[in-house]
């Protein structure tokens, strides 16, 4: 027993040995996600224990036998794992903590720590953008500090968000939307790209992030990327949902009891006899009645449908080797409107929106120091709508009198009125009868992208180019149709066999017509840059300089200036420096090029620079470290660009031969010869330039769990390109001289707050994000003639300030009529009419008389805020939008009802709060009714009686879903996947009440904007 116990012993050293002996060194470097090395990280091998930290160069050695688990971790960076089986050079690149300071952002044409940036720009995790919508710029108001958007219709294809960035700070035509660039890529659509496919979306507001940008960047930057993949096993993602859409809300009209009572009582008012006898209006109402001799429609209720839907699907790939990398996906996006069919006709009118995107990112290491990446993304889409258009179908039900004639007449004939040859409003005509649109589109971006590192010739000096071509085309196919028109017989409904007496009132045909169109353009981008990044100790230099040209080429436009391709040449650079991570300090340049300028000032100079400083990081500002656990102050200051004059060639003087000339002869046999004249007097002309200054405050507190971003900007935009409106008649000019006249001035400010999430207790946490964003603009110079009057200046108020009279209320008394101003100019005043104010005294009311009344539709102050919250394995995100100091001057049948004239156009359902002889209001919606243009002049004048407050907050989206348990369907290779629920545009508060108040329209007739309520599923092989 002995020698057993010996032997054993014996053999312990040369087992440990034999172990050692099968362990093997694994080396490799650790970088971040800038490529810089990152000394100090420390690996472990988990099974052993040993540890080792990298050195300057962010190399490491540590021993592992097969199967070892090893990890990589560092302070404010995601813990790198890996089990070691065949490479014994791991190459690691760690990921900072979302939203640390170590996290690195996207800039202008590259890359920085998020600690190091001194210029304001504001970003989103891409997940919160996943939602089942068309069009991404509707999901980006309140989420997004200095972003103001609103969404303006929801018909399906047309449903995009209008965007600027800090306001509007341009006007007279000029482009005032932000500039987009996808990959580093300008002139891409926002509403293009699958929500699934962002790997980051940036916001560059000030000039020190955009200044790069030159003659482009003073409206803000919106940045983009794409996913790419990453080093690991494939990943494959399958997301798909299926939902219901239906309006946010539907327009209220007049039932037709109410239609016919209100128009008798406003011809009656208006000297007239009334058009309804009590014997039609009870035949109409008794539901006996022959629908065809005395119809009674509801034509929003007879033309749309309560819900429609949609559906989204979404399908990638990623994964790789060390050298190779790649990520795939395909995704599909279906939407139906609500407008309903005819299933009597043989032709699809259905009103449908279909995408396909796809996205191909491969990454490869050619050698150790040479890159190439290649990105291929795209979509197809096809919209069909009926031939009247589906965007006519409310302004036709609108604008159709409810009980005039029905939607058709026995024998599939098309019932309707007409005057001239111009046909009534037949909303059900208009969708189901006038045939089909298609319209197709396609869009292919590539772009190329190589990049070597010189660290062999100058340490930290790398280079890189890229090449991109796009191509976007679009088809129409027009098979419309004008049906023929009858109406009964008013005088006679029968014929003597009994049938209607149907009489034609417009000869139209059958048949479907056939035409096409088509459009596109073709883009090409080069693009080069030289990058310098070295750390020196406790200093970090960066530097970059890029070389970018642009080349568009629109190949269907039939006129000669924009056939011509449209070309920029942009120079830019990018100098920083920190110290100690505590100061930092950079200089940014931007020098760009168009032909669209005159040749003197083709080129523009552009040059910012910006300050940071972390009082955090300070020796006298520990005693405050238990409140602030970081506080940074930043300052930039710098001059972008405001691109487009609208012009092309806006600096040449261009000749017509289709001027206004001389007539010859006698009247009814002369001859016209028409004259030579100037269209466009040639102008220096150029871009406008912002002087753009920043003040930005980022402190966190409760142990890092409570961040505030604060920013205060100001902006002053001069050279804004206008048609001069000072320019005296006398002159003698067909066309006025243009050029770089308008100056604006704007200010605001904008913030971000987030609440990490913080532990509930039993498995739960909850986290809270809000935004906000307010700004103001002042008109400085538009070119216009001074006005008299102060009160009636342009000058001095903000851009889209509407001017009209300023309403007192309603004249109760005949009396009162006598004693107050004259207002015979604007429409003979009756007794519940508007009492327009005597601003300049003169006792009488004119347009001498106008003065600013609102400050127009787009919201000085937008905002949001959110939270999530996590049970287990259950998720609740719910996110809320507001705006403020949006008016809308409503008009049309809104504003004065029956103003379709004739027999057309119905009224709103609130018509009942009016003015009347029994009931002299004081503050009803509608002063005294009117039925023909005299006897609504008066009222039907733009005034503060029309304008409405149209702020309102939207319960935007809410997701609720599961998460189901790791391993549930492991047999089949899944690791997790997720059942939800997502709801989007789910109610509102406002207190307009006429139509859902964020759509562009003054009386309503627009497709609403839609709800949609949607379940689906996610999973991850």
Same mark, same amino acid.
């Not at 009572?261 to 007239?272: C, F, R, V, Y």
């Not at 007409?418 to 045939?435: C, D, F, I, L, R």
């Not at 207190?991 to 599923?1017: A, C, H, Q």
């Given at each position: 027993?002995?020698?057993?116990?010996?032997?054993?012993?014996?053999?312990?050293?040369?087992?440990?040995?034999?172990?050692?002996?099968?362990?093997?060194?694994?080396?490799?470097?650790?970088?971040?996600?800038?490529?810089?090395?990152?000394?100090?990280?420390?690996?472990?091998?988990?099974?052993?224990?040993?540890?080792?930290?990298?050195?300057?160069?962010?190399?490491?050695?540590?021993? @592992?036998?097969? +199967?070892?688990?090893?990890?990589?971790?560092?302070?404010?960076?995601?813990?790198?794992?890996?089990?070691?089986?065949?490479?014994?050079?791991?190459?690691?690149?760690?990921?900072?903590?979302?939203?640390?300071?170590?996290?690195?952002?996207?800039?202008?044409?590259?890359?920085?720590?998020?600690?190091?940036?001194?210029?304001?720009?504001?970003?989103?995790?891409?997940?919160?953008?996943?939602?089942? =919508?068309?069009?991404?710029?509707?999901?980006? @108001?309140?989420? /997004?500090?200095?972003?103001?958007?609103?969404?303006?219709?929801?018909?399906?294809?047309?449903?995009?968000?209008?965007?600027?960035?800090?306001?509007?700070?341009?006007?007279?035509?000029?482009?005032?939307?932000?500039? /987009?660039?996808?990959?580093?890529?300008?002139?891409?659509?926002?509403?293009?790209?699958?929500?699934?496919?962002?790997?980051?979306?940036?916001?560059?507001?000030?000039?020190?992030?955009?200044?790069?940008?030159?003659?482009?960047?003073?409206?803000?930057?919106?940045?983009?990327?794409?996913?790419?993949?990453?080093?690991?096993?494939?990943?494959?993602?399958?997301?798909? #949902?299926?939902?219901?859409?239906?309006?946010?809300?539907?327009?209220?009209? @007049?039932?037709?009891?109410?239609?016919?009572?209100?128009?008798?009582?406003?011809?009656?008012?208006?000297?007239?006899?009334?058009?309804?006898?009590?014997?039609?209006?009870?035949?109409?109402?008794?539901?006996?009645?022959?629908?065809?001799?005395?119809?009674?429609?509801?034509?929003?209720?007879?033309?749309?449908?309560?819900?429609?839907?949609?559906?989204?699907?979404?399908?990638?790939?990623?994964? $790789?080797?060390?050298?190779?990398?790649?990520?795939?996906?395909?995704?599909?996006?279906?939407?139906?409107?609500?407008?309903?069919?005819?299933?009597?006709?043989?032709?699809?009118?259905?009103?449908?929106? !279909?995408?396909?995107?796809?996205?191909?990112?491969?990454?490869?290491?050619?050698?150790?120091?040479?890159?190439?990446?290649?990105?291929?993304?795209?979509?197809?889409?096809?919209?069909?709508?009926?031939?009247?258009?589906?965007? %006519?179908?409310?302004?036709?039900?609108?604008?159709?009198?409810?009980?005039?004639?029905?939607?058709?007449?026995?024998?599939?004939?098309?019932?309707?009125?007409?005057? $001239?040859?111009?046909?009534?409003?037949?909303?059900?005509?208009?969708?189901?009868?006038?045939?089909?649109?298609?319209?197709? %589109?396609?869009?292919? %971006?590539?772009?190329?992208?190589?990049?070597?590192?010189?660290?062999?010739?100058?340490?930290?000096?790398?280079?890189?180019?890229?090449?991109?071509?796009?191509?976007?085309?679009?088809?129409?196919?027009?098979?419309?149709?004008?049906?023929?028109?009858?109406?009964?017989?008013?005088?006679?409904?029968?014929?003597?066999?009994?049938?209607?007496?149907?009489?034609?009132?417009?000869?139209?045909?059958?048949?479907?017509?056939?035409?096409?169109?088509?459009?596109?353009?073709?883009?090409?981008?080069?693009?080069?840059?030289?990058?310098?990044?070295?750390?020196?100790?406790?200093? &970090?230099?960066?530097?970059?300089?890029?070389?970018?040209?642009?080349?568009?080429?629109?190949?269907?436009?039939?006129?000669?200036? !924009?056939?011509?391709?449209?070309?920029?040449?942009?120079?830019?650079?990018?100098?920083?420096?920190?110290?100690?991570?505590?100061?930092?300090?950079?200089?940014?340049?931007?020098?760009?090029?168009?032909?669209?300028?005159?040749?003197?000032?083709?080129? $523009?100079?552009?040059?910012?620079?910006?300050?940071?400083?972390?009082?955090?990081?300070?020796?006298?500002?520990?005693?405050?470290?238990?409140?602030? !656990?970081?506080?940074?102050?930043?300052?930039?200051?710098?001059?972008?660009?405001?691109?487009?004059?609208?012009?092309?060639?806006?600096?040449?003087?261009?000749?017509?031969?289709?001027?206004?000339?001389?007539?010859?002869?006698?009247?009814?046999?002369?001859?016209?010869?028409?004259?030579?004249?100037?269209? %466009?007097?040639?102008?220096?002309?150029?871009?406008?330039?912002? &002087?753009?200054?920043?003040?930005?405050?980022?402190?966190?507190?409760?142990?890092?769990?409570?961040?505030?971003?604060?920013?205060?900007?100001?902006?002053?935009?001069?050279?804004?390109?206008?048609?001069?409106?000072?320019?005296?008649?006398?002159?003698?000019?067909?066309?006025?001289?243009?050029?770089?006249?308008?100056?604006?001035?704007?200010?605001?400010?904008? +913030?971000?707050?987030?609440?990490?999430?913080?532990?509930? $207790?039993?498995?739960? #946490?909850?986290?809270?994000?809000?935004?906000?964003?307010?700004?103001?603009?002042?008109? =400085?110079?538009?070119?216009?003639?001074?006005?008299?009057?102060?009160?009636?200046?342009?000058?001095?108020?903000? /851009?889209?300030?509407?001017?009209?009279?300023?309403?007192?209320?309603?004249?109760?008394?005949?009396?009162?009529?006598?004693?107050?101003?004259?207002?015979?100019?604007?429409?003979?005043?009756? =007794?519940?009419?508007?009492?327009?104010?005597?601003?300049?005294?003169?006792?009488?009311?004119?347009?001498?008389?106008?003065?600013?009344?609102?400050?127009?539709?787009?919201?000085?102050?937008?905002?949001?805020?959110?939270?999530?919250?996590?049970?287990? !394995?259950?998720?609740?995100?719910?996110?809320?939008?507001?705006?403020?100091? @949006?008016?809308?001057?409503?008009?049309?049948?809104?504003?004065?009802?029956?103003?379709?004239?004739?027999?057309?156009?119905?009224?709103?359902?609130?018509?009942?709060?009016?003015?009347?002889?029994?009931? &002299?209001?004081? &503050?009803?919606?509608?002063?005294?009714?009117?039925?023909?243009?005299?006897?609504?002049?008066?009222? #039907?004048?733009?005034?503060?009686?029309?304008?409405?407050?149209?702020?309102?907050?939207?319960?935007?989206?809410?997701?609720?879903?599961?998460?189901?348990?790791?391993?549930?369907?492991?047999?089949?290779?899944?690791?997790?996947?997720? /059942?939800?629920?997502?709801?989007?545009?789910?109610?509102?508060?406002?207190?307009?009440?006429?139509?859902?108040?964020?759509?562009?329209?003054?009386?309503?007739?627009?497709?609403?904007?839609?709800?949609?309520?949607?379940?689906?599923?996610?999973?991850?092989?």
């Amino acid at each position: 027993m002995l020698w057993i116990f010996i032997l054993f012993f014996g053999a312990i050293p040369g087992l440990l040995k034999a172990q050692e002996t099968g362990s093997i060194a694994i080396t490799g470097t650790v970088k971040d996600k800038l490529d810089a090395v990152m000394e100090g990280v420390t690996i472990g091998n988990l099974r052993s224990g040993e540890t080792v930290v990298t050195n300057a160069q962010g190399q490491f050695s540590i021993r @592992a036998n097969k +199967g070892d688990s090893l990890m990589a971790s560092y302070v404010g960076y995601q813990p790198f794992r890996w089990v070691f089986r065949e490479r014994i050079v791991e190459n690691i690149s760690l990921e900072a903590i979302a939203g640390s300071l170590n996290d690195v952002v996207v800039v202008g044409y590259g890359r920085q720590k998020k600690v190091s940036l001194v210029g304001a720009q504001s970003t989103i995790k891409a997940e919160e953008l996943q939602h089942p =919508v068309a069009n991404l710029s509707t999901m980006l @108001a309140g989420r /997004i500090a200095g972003l103001v958007g609103v969404q303006r219709s929801g018909l399906p294809g047309s449903n995009s968000a209008d965007v600027w960035i800090r306001g509007i700070q341009t006007f007279g035509g000029s482009q005032s939307g932000a500039l /987009i660039i996808i990959d580093g890529i300008q002139g891409r659509d926002l509403n293009s790209i699958d929500p699934e496919d962002i790997a980051s979306f940036t916001v560059l507001k000030d000039a020190a992030s955009t200044a790069v940008y030159g003659s482009l960047g003073a409206n803000g930057v919106v940045l983009i990327t794409t996913k790419k993949g990453k080093t690991g096993k494939i990943s494959l993602m399958a997301n798909y #949902n299926e939902g219901i859409t239906s309006f946010t809300k539907v327009q209220e009209m @007049a039932d037709a009891k109410t239609y016919m009572n209100i128009k008798n009582e406003a011809m009656i008012a208006s000297g007239l006899q009334p058009q309804f006898t009590q014997a039609y209006i009870d035949s109409t109402l008794s539901g006996t009645a022959n629908p065809y001799v005395y119809p009674n429609i509801d034509w929003i209720d007879y033309l749309f449908k309560k819900y429609s839907s949609n559906r989204r699907f979404n399908f990638s790939a990623s994964g $790789g080797s060390e050298n190779t990398k790649f990520y795939t996906s395909v995704a599909y996006y279906n939407e139906a409107s609500l407008l309903k069919t005819d299933p009597n006709v043989d032709y699809d009118a259905g009103t449908r929106f !279909q995408r396909y995107n796809f996205t191909s990112n491969i990454d490869m290491n050619w050698t150790k120091t040479t890159k190439f990446s290649l990105g291929i993304t795209g979509y197809i889409t096809n919209f069909n709508e009926p031939g009247s258009g589906a965007g %006519q179908a409310f302004v036709q039900a609108m604008n159709a009198s409810p009980v005039f004639y029905p939607p058709m007449y026995p024998g599939n004939l098309v019932s309707g009125i007409a005057y $001239g040859a111009t046909p009534s409003p037949n909303p059900w005509a208009a969708v189901t009868q006038t045939g089909y649109v298609k319209r197709f %589109q396609s869009k292919v %971006q590539s772009n190329a992208r190589l990049e070597q590192d010189l660290s062999f010739w100058l340490k930290g000096l790398s280079i890189n180019g890229t090449y991109s071509f796009d191509v976007f085309n679009e088809s129409f196919q027009y098979r419309r149709r004008n049906r023929s028109i009858y109406y009964l017989n008013q005088a006679q409904h029968y014929k003597e066999d009994g049938s209607l007496n149907l009489e034609q009132m417009i000869n139209g045909t059958d048949d479907l017509g056939f035409s096409i169109g088509n459009g596109g353009v073709r883009q090409f981008t080069a693009e080069g840059q030289l990058l310098y990044d070295r750390t020196f100790g406790v200093h &970090h230099i960066t530097s970059t300089l890029v070389y970018n040209q642009l080349s568009q080429i629109y190949p269907f436009e039939g006129d000669l200036k !924009q056939f011509i391709p449209h070309r920029q040449q942009n120079y830019a650079g990018r100098a920083t420096y920190a110290y100690k991570d505590k100061y930092f300090g950079e200089v940014n340049i931007g020098y760009n090029g168009s032909e669209d300028y005159a040749p003197s000032r083709r080129f $523009g100079f552009f040059p910012s620079f910006g300050v940071g400083w972390v009082l955090s990081n300070e020796k006298f500002f520990e005693p405050l470290s238990n409140v602030f !656990q970081f506080f940074k102050l930043r300052y930039s200051n710098g001059i972008a660009g405001a691109p487009g004059t609208g012009l092309r060639f806006g600096y040449l003087t261009l000749i017509t031969t289709g001027a206004r000339g001389i007539s010859f002869g006698l009247p009814g046999n002369s001859t016209s010869i028409s004259g030579i004249n100037i269209s %466009q007097y040639g102008a220096d002309v150029s871009w406008a330039t912002a &002087h753009t200054q920043d003040l930005g405050l980022e402190f966190n507190v409760l142990n890092n769990k409570l961040s505030f971003v604060l920013d205060y900007f100001k902006s002053y935009r001069t050279g804004v390109f206008l048609t001069r409106a000072d320019f005296p008649s006398y002159a003698g000019l067909q066309y006025n001289p243009v050029g770089n006249y308008g100056t604006v001035d704007a200010s605001g400010f904008d +913030g971000t707050v987030e609440l990490k999430a913080i532990p509930l $207790g039993m498995k739960s #946490n909850i986290s809270f994000r809000g935004t906000f964003t307010y700004n103001t603009d002042v008109l =400085v110079e538009n070119k216009q003639a001074p006005f008299a009057d102060p009160y009636q200046e342009r000058r001095g108020q903000n /851009i889209l300030a509407q001017f009209g009279y300023v309403a007192e209320g309603l004249f109760q008394s005949q009396a009162e009529i006598e004693n107050s101003a004259d207002q015979s100019a604007l429409g003979n005043p009756r =007794v519940g009419d508007i009492k327009y104010k005597d601003l300049n005294g003169d006792g009488v009311i004119n347009v001498y008389d106008q003065t600013k009344i609102s400050r127009g539709d787009v919201p000085n102050l937008v905002y949001g805020f959110g939270f999530n919250v996590n049970v287990g !394995q259950f998720y609740l995100s719910a996110f809320f939008q507001g705006v403020s100091g @949006a008016y809308r001057t409503i008009g049309g049948i809104a504003r004065v009802p029956f103003s379709g004239g004739g027999n057309d156009g119905n009224v709103y359902a609130n018509i009942v709060d009016r003015w009347t002889e029994d009931n &002299h209001a004081e &503050h009803p919606f509608y002063p005294r009714l009117g039925f023909n243009s005299n006897a609504t002049a008066n009222n #039907n004048q733009t005034s503060t009686w029309w304008v409405k407050d149209i702020s309102f907050i939207r319960f935007k989206t809410l997701d609720l879903g599961y998460n189901l348990p790791k391993g549930s369907f492991k047999r089949i290779g899944m690791q997790n996947a997720r /059942i939800y629920f997502s709801g989007v545009n789910l109610l509102y508060w406002s207190p307009f009440k006429l139509w859902d108040p964020e759509m562009n329209t003054g009386d309503g007739n627009t497709y609403p904007n839609t709800r949609n309520l949607s379940v689906g599923i996610q999973a991850n092989f």
